[in-house]
């Protein structure tokens, strides 16, 4: 079985910064892409951010030059610092990754249970 826990979360005032973590564990045999999106209420699941194994990145157009993603691959685990947080980027963001299990397996798409960020003066 694998897991993705999600942490870093919270309140955060316009223009302020906040670093989210999420963590893999488990049966893990290779990761490949990690990745960050995000729902706002009344809005459907949208990517904003994602990185390959080798550390190529992609960003959504509402968050390029404003947030960062990186991974470590030695702790399985990715980030995504964001900064100049606006009030249109409050959602619960949800971690993503691309991972295969074992050697006999296939890749399979993880989900984190998400975590709140709240961008409000």
């Known amino acids: 079985q694998v897991q993705l826990v999600e942490s870093g979360g919270g309140l955060v005032q316009p223009g302020g910064s906040l670093r989210l973590s999420c963590a893999a564990s488990?049966?893990?045999?290779?990761?490949?892409?990690m990745g960050w999106y995000r729902q706002a209420p009344g809005k459907q699941r949208e990517l904003i951010a994602e990185v390959t194994s080798g550390g190529r990145t992609n960003y959504a157009d509402p968050v390029k030059g404003r947030f960062a993603i990186s991974r470590d691959n030695a702790k399985n685990t990715v980030y995504l610092q964001m900064n100049s947080l606006k009030a249109e980027d409050t959602a619960v963001y949800y971690c993503?990754?691309?991972?295969?299990?074992?050697?006999?397996?296939?890749?399979?798409?993880?989900w984190g249970k998400g975590t709140l960020v709240t961008v409000s003066s």
């Open positions: 993503n990754a691309n991972i295969r299990p074992s050697m006999r397996s296939a890749a399979v798409d993880y």
């Open positions: 488990g049966r893990i045999y290779t990761i490949n892409a």
